[in-house]
């Protein structure tokens, strides 16, 4: 008689995730213990250890327990064939638009970091043919129509030897910022280069972890700081726009995020910080020390909790088209040397429709989102902020000058900074309503944009230029 | 249109488990699914997004059964029987003990297909299987079938009142057999056993449909015997849109006009096995929906904010409200007088409260929340005191005896459960797996009840 025992923790739902060792999608268990969330994959043959994916539940209940814009069916979208996920390209189901287009250029990279989450095959080079790219941006531009963003990833795309004609392919007016992702080791040496850059107007996304030798060497293999530190004075110099890419490693280099805030604050030329939490998977980082993921909302806490007191947890909000589980976003208006974010100067609500469709704020005809923080500030004595808003304003809407969209996002730029933190998926967090909602896609066939993290989990190994089939087939097994 | 999510289903037409795209108008709560061989189709899951996203946040730690069954290799839910994998203890049994009955209830979740009774030597290792599972059942539930008419009814109940871990026996029945055998209900009652009448109103056009023949004179008559017996009856009604929401204020007047009539269950038909064939005759009900018809059903009592989701299910599966009769007569929803919190804590794992010890100190938190909480400006917070005093006092004299206390609490508390049945349309892998009510098997398997409906059954 009497009562039988407590589970140690609380069941909340059954998501489809997928399975660490034989990769078939699988039902996973979300449950809350000690006020986390974890996610924990229900293999009938394979065991899954459990993944935080929240660190905190009220947070996750409040957020997750939403209704997202539904935009399907998208633009090109076929339907399904095989059921969620392996019908990505984007299928009838899928939610969100394509707001960041990301592929990879080529699989060469100068480095060989044990927490790279992607495959780059190293036995057969490939660099994607100018032609192939060209018709690639015509695709993106078809299927995805007038986008803020592009993004040039690899391997290390600086390495492509006609790396300047891809970029040009880009620069089209229905394209708003290029974007090239770099390890900064050939930037670092080519100042040529860099010009090159500055005048095609690209913007380098310059991955930087620490500061720490030590930690150098076991993010990356080698201590590539000095490298990284004179990539960002060369681009500094040509005036490149950048933005610091932070890969961020439980127990490795969490307090590193405050130096590389500290890098933005204190140049011009950056204008955001990306916090990605490490993602366990990939040709390093499946096999890197597994320590506990670092959710999204932790990663925005730890950033917060380096800011050297200038942020706090309510000054980040998650993208409102995607899963709030990936993305949570601070802007902040740079003010002298100190950065206002806007979550405490303008509601909340007004944010998430400014954030609404894209990676950046839009400002097209929101004189009244500035007009009403200023007159909050006024009322409220903050006169410090006003006169920066009040100059801005007068910048970005001059009374009887015309100002094209692009034009006024620059000059937003000069005055705003960003800190995006992102968390991909990796076996162990894969959710297919985090899926559904993703709008960094890949275009990695003709027709197709594939959501990101389905393209690492489940399709980039299907693709010989960047995975070499193993021995007894891919690992990739796309059915259930 | 927005997304909730996603979660597993199944095919409507094959059954396999498939992906389902949660998502709403705006309004109301639906699926999208998609079978490799049968295409996409769309549910109806749910009325009211805004309920629904907040029911989800209705959670409780689950209990772990002693030991686990079934076959945890085969992927959820083909291996049930409550294998390490499934996230609820059970608190709710249904033994089928006969497939024989005296209807042919259109709205029959049973297809029902050789005619069989369950031996007593089945039976037994039934309760075995179940009993290897959970320390203590509070109610064991006979169903069928119509289990009035197993040649061996009395038997089986004295088998299941033989082991001390099971409190109570109730039995599923539309009562017909008890208009024949006068006798055998004063059997029952000696047994203590509650009688789970399938009660779906007062009117001849609803029975039509739902049972195939006007029933209401008959059931009116069993209702009259219940009565002079003054058995602990529990009226159950299927409850389907269009057919019989207008008998709510009735059922609620009879709920709370007779002593011995304990509890009203309603259960909104799932279009599932013959019941299938209703669609298009009766409309889909769902939680919300019936908590809103309740609430307007002009019953002094009750009202819509009585109800709360129970969490230790799925909190979609079931919602209740409880109520606490004084010594006076009145009428007191139970979620007035004490925190929703608290109410939900005294609930355990379990939907009765009061059967463990422990959970006195629930019932004294609530006592002191009329002192100091909310309930201290109810006109009729000294009344309720008394009650809850009384009850305590005679429910705890002497040795702790759960038995004893069912029987005292059940007539100061009155309750009403709403519970959700799944079927191929609304069918949810993330309820499925948290279920708490299922059929023991012979062989020892504990099947979750809307697996066993929605997948098993019939196949």
């Given amino acids: 008689m009497g009562r039988l025992d407590d589970r140690p923790y609380t069941y909340f739902t059954t998501v489809r995730g997928m399975c660490r060792t034989c990769r078939t999608v699988v039902p996973a268990r979300v449950y809350f213990q000690d006020g986390k969330v974890w996610q924990q994959s229900l293999c009938p043959r394979c065991a899954n250890e459990p993944a935080l994916i929240a660190g905190d539940q009220q947070w996750y209940m409040e957020n997750v327990l939403r209704q997202s814009p539904d935009q399907s069916p998208l633009h090109g979208s076929h339907a399904p064939k095989l059921g969620c996920p392996h019908d990505c390209g984007p299928c009838t189901w899928h939610a969100s638009p394509c707001q960041l287009p990301v592929f990879s250029v080529t699989n060469a990279c100068n480095l060989d970091c044990p927490i790279c989450f992607t495959y780059n095959r190293k036995d057969k080079l490939y660099h994607m043919p100018v032609d192939e790219m060209r018709r690639i941006v015509e695709q993106v531009v078809a299927m995805a129509g007038p986008i803020d963003l592009i993004n040039i990833t690899g391997g290390e795309p600086t390495l492509h030897p006609q790396i300047i004609e891809l970029l040009e392919c880009c620069r089209r007016p229905e394209i708003g910022r290029i974007t090239m992702n770099s390890n900064g080791i050939l930037l670092a040496e080519d100042r040529d280069l860099c010009e090159r850059l500055a005048e095609l107007g690209v913007c380098v996304i310059l991955s930087f972890n620490t500061f720490d030798p030590k930690v150098s060497e076991l993010l990356h293999g080698r201590n590539v700081i000095d490298a990284k530190l004179r990539a960002i004075e060369n681009l500094t110099r040509v005036g490149v726009r950048m933005t610091l890419l932070n890969v961020m490693v439980r127990g490795v280099n969490e307090d590193a995020v405050g130096g590389i805030l500290d890098l933005m604050r204190g140049n011009d030329s950056i204008l955001s910080l990306t916090v990605q939490t490490m993602t366990y998977t990939g040709q390093g980082g499946g096999r890197f020390a597994r320590a506990s993921h670092i959710p999204v909302d932790d990663a925005a806490r730890i950033v917060c909790e380096h800011s050297r007191g200038q942020l706090q947890f309510a000054d980040f909000m998650p993208r409102p088209s995607a899963h709030p589980l990936c993305y949570s976003i601070c802007y902040m208006l740079k003010s002298g040397d100190e950065l206002v974010p806007f979550a405490r100067v303008a509601p909340r609500e007004k944010l998430a429709m400014l954030m609404r469709n894209s990676y950046l704020i839009r400002l097209e005809g929101e004189q009244d989102f500035f007009r009403d923080i200023i007159n909050d500030l006024y009322a409220k004595g903050q006169t410090a902020h006003l006169r920066v808003f009040r100059d801005l304003i007068a910048r970005l809407y001059p009374p009887g000058k015309a100002v094209n969209p692009f034009e006024r996002q620059r000059i937003a730029e000069s005055a705003v900074r960003t800190i995006y933190v992102h968390s991909h998926m990796d076996e162990d967090t894969f959710d297919c309503s985090r899926a559904m909602l993703c709008t960094d896609q890949v275009p990695a066939a003709p027709g197709r944009l594939i959501p990101a993290c389905t393209y690492n989990l489940f399709y980039r190994m299907q693709d010989d230029r960047f995975y070499e089939a193993m021995q007894g087939g891919s690992p990739c097994t796309c059915s259930e | ?459």
């Fill in chain 2, 1 to 459: 249109m927005h997304v909730l999510g996603m979660t597993h289903s199944v095919c409507p037409v094959c059954r396999a488990i498939v992906p389902a795209k949660v998502f709403t108008d705006g309004r109301d709560v639906y699926f999208r699914k998609f079978c490799r061989e049968h295409g996409e189709s769309n549910a109806f899951v749910r009325s009211d997004v805004d309920e629904y996203l907040r029911t989800l946040r209705c959670v409780k730690p689950a209990w772990v059964p002693r030991e686990f069954s079934g076959d945890a290799h085969k992927p959820c839910p083909q291996g049930c029987g409550f294998c390490y994998r499934h996230e609820q203890h059970l608190c709710m049994p249904i033994i089928e003990i006969t497939s024989r009955c005296d209807l042919a209830c259109p709205v029959c979740l049973v297809d029902a297909g050789r005619q069989w009774n369950l031996s007593i030597a089945e039976f037994d290792c039934i309760l075995d299987g179940l009993l290897r599972a959970e320390r203590q059942v509070d109610v064991l539930n006979l169903s069928g079938g119509e289990p009035l008419l197993h040649p061996d009814l009395l038997a089986i109940i004295d088998k299941a009142l033989a082991r001390r871990e099971i409190v109570r026996v109730s039995i599923s029945t539309n009562g017909l057999r008890l208009l024949q055998d006068r006798t055998l209900l004063r059997e029952l009652h000696k047994r203590n056993v509650c009688i789970s009448l399938q009660l779906d109103g007062f009117s001849d056009r609803a029975y039509e449909l739902l049972r195939g023949r006007p029933l209401v004179r008959e059931k009116m008559q069993v209702l009259e015997i219940l009565a002079d017996e003054g058995i602990s009856t529990s009226l159950t009604m299927t409850a389907a849109g269009g057919v019989n929401e207008d008998q709510f204020p009735a059922m609620l007047d009879y709920l709370f006009s007779h002593e011995h009539v304990v509890s009203f269950m309603i259960q909104p038909v799932a279009f599932e096995g013959r019941a299938a064939s209703l669609a298009g005759r009766a409309a889909r009900l769902s939680i919300p929906d019936v908590i809103k018809a309740l609430g307007a059903a002009g019953h002094p009592a009750v009202s819509a904010a009585d109800f709360v989701a129970l969490p230790c299910s799925s909190p979609l599966c079931f919602s209740l409200a409880f109520y606490l009769i004084t010594q006076e007569g009145r009428i007191v929803p139970v979620n007035r007088i004490t925190r929703a919190g608290e109410l939900l804590d005294a609930l355990a794992n379990r939907i009765f409260f009061g059967l463990e010890p422990g959970e006195y100190e629930s019932l004294k938190r609530m006592v002191y929340d009329l002192w100091s909480g909310p309930a201290g400006s109810l006109p009729d917070s000294e009344e309720v005191m008394q009650t809850i005093r009384r009850l305590i006092k005679a429910t705890s004299c002497g040795c702790f005896d759960a038995k004893k206390v069912f029987t005292e609490a059940e007539r100061r508390v009155k309750s009403i459960f709403i519970h959700a049945f799944q079927d191929a349309h609304t069918f949810d892998l993330a309820r499925a797996r948290r279920c708490c009510n299922a059929y023991p098997q012979p062989d020892g398997s504990l099947m979750p009840a809307c697996v066993h409906n929605v997948l098993r059954r019939g196949r």
